[in-house]
C-alpha cells in the first residue's frame, strides 16, 4: 500500500491547475479539452433518451462489438496495402462490427425464446472474444502497430488531433441538432410507445434514429476513453440528470452540462497528472456528479426523499395527536379547563415515548397545544386545525362504510392511511356524496364517530 | 510441427484443464442468471472485480492468489449491493444501475492499476481482461504417468488447482440447493410464500457468481467470463424445457467450448500452414459463441429455422386441407 500513496506524484501548483482549467496550457492540452468536452455534451444529449427507452446496455453491446470491426478494418487495410493506421478506415469497420452487433441481439430477443439482456451479454463477450482472437493474429503478423488498435480498448485521449476533435464537434452538432429537430417523436417514444404506435408514428424508425445517434456518440467515443468506458459517458451523465428534473428537456440540458463537465474536468486532471489514464478519469468525475445527484438532488435525490418522508411522518403523526385530543374533549374526559393528562393520552395509541414527546413538541411549536406541567390541552388555533382532521377521518368512514362496504369496526384503520391526504376539493365532494346518500345529516356537520370511542379503543390503529 | 507428450501434458493439458473448470462452473451458473434475466449481473460483477483485484494486488505486493481473490469477491459484493442501492434508492431500472455502477467501478480500477503499473511491471490491464491461459504450464510433468503421480501432481498450477475447488464448490451449492434455485429462479413471491427467503438466495447467488468470476479471469479474463456465463447456459435453453436437462446440457456445452475452442487455438493455425497459435480465450468465448448461434437457428423445437419450417409446413397443411 505504501507504494500506492508514494510521492510520486506531483501536485501541480495553483497557476498550472488554473491554466489549464482557462485553457492556455498549450495547443494540445486546449484541443483535448475541446473535443473530450464536445464529446461528453453529445453522449449526454443521446444519453437521455437511451436511458429512458432502457437501452443503456445497449450501447455497452454496441462498443465492446466494434473491437472485431476495428481489428478486421486493420488487417484488410495491410493486406490491401492501404495505411492501416488510418483513423477513418478503422472506425468504419467499428460501425459496422458493432451495429451488425445491434442486429444480432435484437434478432435473438425477438425471434428466440432468449431474454434481451441474455443477448446483450453473448454478443457482448462473443464479439470481444473475436477481436481478441483477431488482435492476437496482428501482434503476430509484426507490423509492429497493435498499440494503435489497443488505444482503442482503453482509450487514448492524449493522441486527440485537431481534426479528431473537429470531427467530435460536427458529431456533437449533429446529433444535438437531430435531437432538437426529433425532440416531440424521441420523447413520446420514451414515455408511452404503445401510445405512439397507435398513433401510427413510425416507432421503429424513431427508435432506429436513436440508436443509430448512440453509434455515432459511441464510435467517435472510442478513441478518447476506451470502448469499455464509452457506454459511461453515455449511461451516467443521464442518470445523474434523470434526479434534478421530471421534465424532458430539462434532463437533456443538464445531461449535456454534466457529460460536458465531466470531459472538461476529466481532461484536465489527466492533463496535470499525466500518470492517470484519461478515460477513467472522466469516467470517475462523471460518477461524481452521479453520486452528488443521487444524494443531494432536490427532485428525486435520496437526503431530499427522505427529508420529505419523514415531513409525512411528522405531519400524520401530530394529526393523529389533535384527533386524540379532539375525540377526548368530545367524549368528556377532560377536565376543567379542556385539558387532558399526557400519559392519558399517550396511551391512546402505540406511540413511543420519544415519538410522542417529539410530536407534542412539534405541535407546541407550532401553538396548536399548550403545555400546563404534566397535561396539555387544544389552543384555539389548535382546536380548528383538530376539528378539520377529525371531520376529514370520520368523512372518509362514512364514505368507506356507506360505498366499500366496510364494516364500522374497521373503518378506522382503513381511514387512516387516506385521511391525510385529502384535498379540499375530495372534501368538498365527499360531502356532497354523503349528503346525497343521506348519511350526512347538514353538509357543514361533524359526523359522528362511526365507532365508539374509548380510551383504548384507537390502541387497534396504525402505530405511528 | 511434432507434438510430444511431454510438451502436451506441460503446456496444453493445464490451460486446457483450467479453461475446462472455467467454463463449467460459469455454464452452471449461468443457467439461473439467464433463467432470472440477470445475465448482464455477470457481466456487471466482472468489471467491477477490477479494483478489489487491483487493491488486493497493492496490499499483498505481489500476485498470490488469496488477497486478490477475496479483495475481488469484496468487489463483487460492493457491486452487488450498490447496484440494488442505486435501483432502489435512485428508482432507476436495473440496466442503468448496473451500467452507472460497474462502469465507475471499472474506471477506478483502472486509474488504480495505472499507479499500481508504475512501480511494478507484475499487473497489467491485459492480464485482467483477457487472462493469461497460455501461461499457465505444468513443468513436473514428464509423461502420462505424471498424472497419477502425486509428487507430480502437486506441481500442478496453483490456477488448475483454484478453479478445480471453486467448480467442485458450485456444483456442490446447485446440487445442494437445486429446489430452491429452482423455485426462486421461475417464481420468487411463490418462493416467499413457501418460506424460502428470496433474497438471500439472490445474494447467495450473486457471491457465487463473484467467486467463480474471480476464480476464472485469471485464466480467460474478465469480459470473457461472461460468454461462459451467458451463452452455454442461452444455448441449452434453446433445446430444453427441463431444467435438469438445461443443467447438463450447459455444461456439456461449456466442456465442448472450452476444449475445442482451446484445440482450434493452439493447433488450428499450424494446419492451415500458419506459425503462430491464436488467442486461446478468445477463441473459447468465440466458441460459446458458435455454439449457442447454432442452438438459436437448429434448435429442433425453439430454434428460428425449424419453427419457420415448421410454419410453412403447417400453412401447407392447411391449404390441402382447404382443398380437400
Given at each position: 500500500?505504501?507504494?500506492?500513496?508514494?510521492?510520486?506524484?506531483?501536485?501541480?501548483?495553483?497557476?498550472?491547475?488554473?491554466?489549464?482549467?482557462?485553457?492556455?496550457?498549450?495547443?494540445?492540452?486546449?484541443?483535448?479539452?475541446?473535443?473530450?468536452?464536445?464529446?461528453?455534451?453529445?453522449?449526454?444529449?443521446?444519453g437521455t433518451f437511451a436511458v429512458l427507452r432502457k437501452r443503456a446496455l445497449m450501447g455497452d453491446a454496441l462498443s465492446h462489438a466494434s473491437l472485431p470491426g476495428i481489428a478486421t478494418a486493420f488487417l484488410v487495410a495491410v493486406a490491401l496495402g492501404v495505411q492501416g493506421r488510418s483513423l477513418s478506415v478503422l472506425l468504419l469497420g467499428a460501425t459496422i462490427s458493432g451495429i451488425l452487433g445491434v442486429l444480432v441481439v435484437h434478432f435473438v430477443s425477438r425471434?428466440?425464446?432468449?431474454?434481451?439482456?441474455?443477448?446483450?451479454?453473448?454478443?457482448?463477450?462473443?464479439?470481444?472474444?473475436?477481436?481478441?482472437?483477431?488482435?492476437?493474429?496482428?501482434?503476430?503478423?509484426?507490423?509492429?502497430?497493435?498499440?494503435?488498435?489497443?488505444?482503442?480498448?482503453?482509450?487514448?485521449?492524449?493522441?486527440?488531433?485537431?481534426?479528431?476533435?473537429?470531427?467530435?464537434?460536427?458529431?456533437?452538432?449533429?446529433?444535438?441538432?437531430?435531437?432538437?429537430?426529433?425532440?416531440?417523436?424521441?420523447?413520446?417514444?420514451?414515455?408511452?410507445?404503445?401510445?405512439?404506435?397507435?398513433?401510427?408514428?413510425?416507432?421503429?424508425?424513431?427508435?432506429?434514429?436513436?440508436?443509430?445517434?448512440?453509434?455515432?456518440?459511441?464510435?467517435?467515443?472510442?478513441?478518447?476513453?476506451?470502448?469499455?468506458?464509452?457506454?459511461?459517458?453515455?449511461?451516467?451523465?443521464?442518470?445523474?440528470?434523470?434526479?434534478?428534473?421530471?421534465?424532458?428537456?430539462?434532463?437533456?440540458?443538464?445531461?449535456?452540462?454534466?457529460?460536458?463537465?465531466?470531459?472538461?474536468?476529466?481532461?484536465?486532471?489527466?492533463?496535470?497528472?499525466?500518470?492517470?489514464?484519461?478515460?477513467?478519469?472522466?469516467?470517475?468525475?462523471?460518477?461524481?456528479?452521479?453520486?452528488?445527484?443521487?444524494?443531494?438532488?432536490?427532485?428525486?435525490?435520496?437526503?431530499?426523499?427522505?427529508?420529505?418522508?419523514?415531513?409525512?411522518?411528522?405531519?400524520?403523526?401530530?394529526?393523529?395527536?389533535?384527533?386524540?385530543?379532539?375525540?377526548?374533549?368530545?367524549?368528556?374526559?377532560?377536565?376543567?379547563?379542556?385539558?387532558?393528562?399526557?400519559?392519558?393520552?399517550?396511551?391512546?395509541?402505540?406511540?413511543?415515548?420519544?415519538?410522542?414527546?417529539?410530536?407534542?413538541?412539534?405541535?407546541?411549536?407550532?401553538?396548536?397545544?399548550?403545555?400546563?406541567?404534566?397535561?396539555?390541552?387544544?389552543?384555539?388555533?389548535?382546536?380548528?386545525?383538530?376539528?378539520?382532521?377529525?371531520?376529514?377521518?370520520?368523512?372518509?368512514?362514512?364514505?368507506?362504510?356507506?360505498?366499500?362496504?366496510?364494516?364500522?369496526?374497521?373503518?378506522?384503520?382503513?381511514?387512516?392511511?387516506?385521511?391525510?391526504?385529502?384535498?379540499?376539493?375530495?372534501?368538498?365532494?365527499?360531502?356532497?356524496?354523503?349528503?346525497?346518500?343521506?348519511?350526512?345529516?347538514?353538509?357543514?356537520?361533524?359526523?359522528?364517530?362511526?365507532?365508539?370511542?374509548?380510551?383504548?379503543?384507537?390502541?387497534?390503529?396504525?402505530?405511528? | 510441427?511434432?507434438?510430444?507428450?511431454?510438451?502436451?501434458?506441460?503446456?496444453?493439458?493445464?490451460?486446457?484443464?483450467?479453461?475446462?473448470?472455467?467454463?463449467?462452473?460459469?455454464?452452471?451458473?449461468?443457467?439461473?442468471?439467464?433463467?432470472?434475466?440477470?445475465?448482464?449481473?455477470?457481466?456487471?460483477?466482472?468489471?467491477?472485480?477490477?479494483?478489489?483485484?487491483?487493491?488486493?494486488?497493492?496490499?499483498?505486493?505481489?500476485?498470490?492468489?488469496?488477497?486478490?481473490?477475496?479483495?475481488?469477491?469484496?468487489?463483487?459484493?460492493?457491486?452487488?449491493?450498490?447496484?440494488?442501492?442505486?435501483?432502489?434508492?435512485?428508482?432507476?431500472?436495473?440496466?442503468?444501475?448496473?451500467?452507472?455502477?460497474?462502469?465507475?467501478?471499472?474506471?477506478?480500477?483502472?486509474?488504480?492499476?495505472?499507479?499500481?503499473?508504475?512501480?511494478?511491471?507484475?499487473?497489467?490491464?491485459?492480464?485482467?481482461?483477457?487472462?493469461?491461459?497460455?501461461?499457465?504450464?505444468?513443468?513436473?510433468?514428464?509423461?502420462?504417468?505424471?498424472?497419477?503421480?502425486?509428487?507430480?501432481?502437486?506441481?500442478?498450477?496453483?490456477?488448475?488447482?483454484?478453479?478445480?475447488?471453486?467448480?467442485?464448490?458450485?456444483?456442490?451449492?446447485?446440487?445442494?440447493?437445486?429446489?430452491?434455485?429452482?423455485?426462486?429462479?421461475?417464481?420468487?413471491?411463490?418462493?416467499?410464500?413457501?418460506?424460502?427467503?428470496?433474497?438471500?438466495?439472490?445474494?447467495?447467488?450473486?457471491?457465487?457468481?463473484?467467486?467463480?468470476?474471480?476464480?476464472?479471469?485469471?485464466?480467460?479474463?474478465?469480459?470473457?467470463?461472461?460468454?461462459?456465463?451467458?451463452?452455454?447456459?442461452?444455448?441449452?435453453?434453446?433445446?430444453?424445457?427441463?431444467?435438469?436437462?438445461?443443467?447438463?446440457?450447459?455444461?456439456?456445452?461449456?466442456?465442448?467450448?472450452?476444449?475445442?475452442?482451446?484445440?482450434?487455438?493452439?493447433?488450428?493455425?499450424?494446419?492451415?500452414?500458419?506459425?503462430?497459435?491464436?488467442?486461446?480465450?478468445?477463441?473459447?468465448?468465440?466458441?460459446?459463441?458458435?455454439?449457442?448461434?447454432?442452438?438459436?437457428?437448429?434448435?429442433?423445437?425453439?430454434?428460428?429455422?425449424?419453427?419457420?419450417?415448421?410454419?410453412?409446413?403447417?400453412?401447407?397443411?392447411?391449404?390441402?386441407?382447404?382443398?380437400?
Amino acid at each position: 500500500m505504501t507504494s500506492l500513496v508514494s510521492t510520486e506524484i506531483e501536485w501541480p501548483s495553483l497557476s498550472e491547475i488554473l491554466g489549464v482549467l482557462t485553457l492556455q496550457s498549450g495547443f494540445n492540452t486546449t484541443v483535448v479539452m475541446i473535443g473530450v468536452t464536445l464529446l461528453g455534451i453529445a453522449a449526454g444529449v443521446i444519453g437521455t433518451f437511451a436511458v429512458l427507452r432502457k437501452r443503456a446496455l445497449m450501447g455497452d453491446a454496441l462498443s465492446h462489438a466494434s473491437l472485431p470491426g476495428i481489428a478486421t478494418a486493420f488487417l484488410v487495410a495491410v493486406a490491401l496495402g492501404v495505411q492501416g493506421r488510418s483513423l477513418s478506415v478503422l472506425l468504419l469497420g467499428a460501425t459496422i462490427s458493432g451495429i451488425l452487433g445491434v442486429l444480432v441481439v435484437h434478432f435473438v430477443s425477438r425471434h428466440t425464446r432468449l431474454p434481451e439482456d441474455a443477448a446483450i451479454g453473448a454478443v457482448l463477450s462473443v464479439f470481444f472474444g473475436a477481436g481478441f482472437v483477431l488482435l492476437s493474429i496482428i501482434q503476430y503478423l509484426g507490423t509492429g502497430d497493435q498499440g494503435g488498435i489497443s488505444k482503442f480498448i482503453y482509450g487514448q485521449t492524449a493522441a486527440m488531433s485537431v481534426s479528431d476533435a473537429a470531427i467530435i464537434g460536427l458529431v456533437a452538432i449533429i446529433v444535438t441538432g437531430a435531437t432538437a429537430g426529433l425532440f416531440k417523436e424521441f420523447r413520446l417514444v420514451c414515455f408511452d410507445p404503445d401510445f405512439a404506435e397507435t398513433q401510427s408514428w413510425p416507432v421503429a424508425a424513431i427508435d432506429l434514429m436513436i440508436m443509430a445517434l448512440v453509434v455515432v456518440v459511441t464510435v467517435i467515443g472510442l478513441q478518447a476513453v476506451g470502448l469499455i468506458l464509452i457506454v459511461a459517458l453515455v449511461i451516467i451523465p443521464a442518470a445523474a440528470a434523470r434526479f434534478w428534473s421530471e421534465r424532458l428537456w430539462v434532463m437533456t440540458l443538464l445531461a449535456a452540462v454534466i457529460g460536458g463537465a465531466s470531459g472538461y474536468l476529466g481532461a484536465a486532471a489527466s492533463a496535470l497528472f499525466p500518470s492517470f489514464p484519461a478515460g477513467g478519469v472522466i469516467v470517475l468525475v462523471a460518477g461524481f456528479f452521479f453520486m452528488v445527484s443521487l444524494l443531494f438532488a432536490p427532485a428525486r435525490g435520496v437526503v431530499a426523499a427522505g427529508l420529505r418522508h419523514l415531513m409525512l411522518r411528522v405531519e400524520i403523526g401530530s394529526q393523529h395527536v389533535l384527533r386524540a385530543l379532539y375525540e377526548a374533549e368530545e367524549t368528556g374526559r377532560v377536565g376543567a379547563g379542556g385539558d387532558i393528562a399526557i400519559s392519558e393520552l399517550g396511551e391512546a395509541r402505540r406511540w413511543s415515548a420519544a415519538w410522542f414527546q417529539f410530536l407534542l413538541r412539534w405541535l407546541s411549536g407550532r401553538s396548536q397545544i399548550e403545555r400546563r406541567a404534566e397535561r396539555i390541552a387544544l389552543t384555539e388555533f389548535g382546536r380548528h386545525e383538530a376539528y378539520r382532521v377529525t371531520r376529514n377521518h370520520r368523512l372518509w368512514e362514512q364514505f368507506l362504510i356507506t360505498y366499500a362496504d366496510l364494516a364500522p369496526s374497521h373503518v378506522d384503520r382503513s381511514a387512516d392511511y387516506v385521511e391525510h391526504v385529502l384535498s379540499p376539493e375530495m372534501v368538498a365532494e365527499l360531502e356532497r356524496e354523503l349528503a346525497e346518500a343521506g348519511t350526512l345529516p347538514r353538509p357543514a356537520a361533524m359526523p359522528a364517530s362511526a365507532h365508539p370511542i374509548a380510551a383504548g379503543k384507537v390502541a387497534e390503529g396504525r402505530a405511528s | 510441427m511434432m507434438l510430444t507428450v511431454q510438451d502436451f501434458l506441460q503446456i496444453d493439458f493445464p490451460a486446457m484443464l483450467a479453461a475446462l473448470f472455467a467454463t463449467v462452473s460459469c455454464g452452471l451458473l449461468g443457467n439461473f442468471l439467464v433463467l432470472r434475466r440477470q445475465s448482464l449481473m455477470g457481466d456487471a460483477i466482472s468489471h467491477a472485480v477490477l479494483p478489489g483485484i487491483v487493491l488486493g494486488f497493492l496490499l499483498a505486493g505481489s500476485r498470490a492468489t488469496w488477497p486478490i481473490f477475496l479483495g475481488a469477491l469484496g468487489a463483487a459484493i460492493v457491486a452487488a449491493i450498490l447496484i440494488e442501492l442505486v435501483r432502489r434508492f435512485g428508482r432507476v431500472e436495473p440496466g442503468t444501475a448496473m451500467g452507472v455502477v460497474f462502469s465507475i467501478m471499472f474506471a477506478g480500477g483502472l486509474v488504480l492499476m495505472e499507479q499500481a503499473a508504475a512501480h511494478s511491471v507484475d499487473l497489467d490491464a491485459e492480464c485482467v481482461l483477457y487472462g493469461q491461459l497460455e501461461d499457465i504450464l505444468w513443468l513436473e510433468a514428464t509423461g502420462w504417468g505424471s498424472l497419477i503421480d502425486p509428487v507430480a501432481l502437486a506441481g500442478m498450477p496453483r490456477e488448475v488447482g483454484t478453479l478445480a475447488v471453486i467448480t467442485a464448490i458450485t456444483v456442490a451449492g446447485v446440487a445442494l440447493f437445486y429446489k430452491e434455485l429452482k423455485i426462486t429462479s421461475f417464481d420468487p413471491a411463490l418462493a416467499t410464500t413457501l418460506g424460502i427467503p428470496a433474497t438471500v438466495f439472490h445474494f447467495g447467488l450473486m457471491l457465487m457468481v463473484g467467486a467463480v468470476a474471480v476464480a476464472a479471469f485469471e485464466a480467460v479474463g474478465s469480459i470473457l467470463v461472461i460468454a461462459m456465463f451467458i451463452c452455454p447456459a442461452a444455448a441449452a435453453r434453446m433445446l430444453t424445457d427441463r431444467l435438469v436437462l438445461q443443467l447438463w446440457l450447459s455444461v456439456l456445452l461449456a466442456a465442448i467450448a472450452a476444449i475445442g475452442g482451446y484445440l482450434v487455438a493452439a493447433f488450428g493455425p499450424f494446419l492451415v500452414g500458419g506459425e503462430h497459435s491464436l488467442a486461446a480465450s478468445g477463441m473459447i468465448a468465440v466458441m460459446t459463441g458458435i455454439l449457442m448461434g447454432l442452438s438459436v437457428l437448429f434448435a429442433p423445437r425453439y430454434g428460428v429455422v425449424s419453427r419457420k419450417l415448421r410454419e410453412r409446413r403447417g400453412e401447407a397443411g392447411l391449404e390441402t386441407a382447404d382443398l380437400a
